[in-house]
């Protein structure tokens, strides 16, 4: 039986390298006590490698983005290289909050192909903006061009509705289902993730899913005690 995945998407948070690594050792406690569940943390690129080359050993590290060249004079930017040299072995690409910010459908299919070339494992994020509207015509348009040319057989989807991320109303499972489904059809029987407000209330209905190989978890993902219920609640499913 496949372990459920838990991704940790801290985004700009903490403000200091004490507190990020107090996070961390956090959830490497907890998943030495929970060992049914894959964690993945993904800090901001200012702590990661700090924290993967030290704790590497003790749990997964992913990045929250990547650039799609390998080298060259990009200002700011980081390269698939120095994460996969760094120890990280995942990235998210594609997440909603990103796209806002002006990535576009064909900016995320060059960083899936940077990414899977270097040996990384991508986290595509993909969901549609407004609830009950459009979802699979939306979800088949992004896929088609995010994935185009990709061998999507090495990486992970986070079916993320956008309108439900930091929003506090998760949906449903049974939609969720639902999406997966449509997701399938296009990327293949690859793990599908849920994400957007989840938390230790919510965790366990996704994945008692088969469906469901896992959860992305935001805004609960850097309160510790919160999160430390999300992996156990998890790995206990």
Known sequence: ????????????HPQNYAEAEQLAFSA??????????KVILCPPFVWLTDLSHKYKNDVSFGAQDVFWEDRGAYTGE?????????????????????RTLGETDEMINKKLKAALRNGLIPVLAVGEKDKGNGREEILSLQLKTDL??????????????????????????????????IIKK????????????????????????????????????????????????????
Do not use: C
């Open 1 to 12: 039986m496949n372990k459920k995945i838990v991704i940790a998407n801290w985004k700009m």
């Open 28 to 37: 490497i406690e907890t998943v030495k006590e929970q060992k049914n569940a």
């Open 78 to 98: 980081i390269s698939p290289q120095m994460l996969s040299s760094s120890g990280v072995k995942y990235v998210i690409v594609g997440h909603s909050e990103r």
């Open 148 to 181: 185009d040319g990709v061998d999507s057989g090495n990486l992970i989807i986070a079916y993320e509705p956008v309108w439900a991320i930091g929003t506090g109303e998760a949906e449903t499972p049974e939609h969720t289902v639902e999406a997966v489904g």
């Open 186 to 237: 296009i990327a293949g029987d690859i793990p599908i993730l849920y994400g957007g407000s989840v938390d230790s209330r919510n965790a366990g209905d996704f994945v008692s899913r088969p469906e469901i190989a896992g959860v992305l978890v935001g805004g609960a993902s850097v309160d510790k005690g919160e999160f430390k219920k999300i992996i156990d609640i998890v790995s206990n499913a």
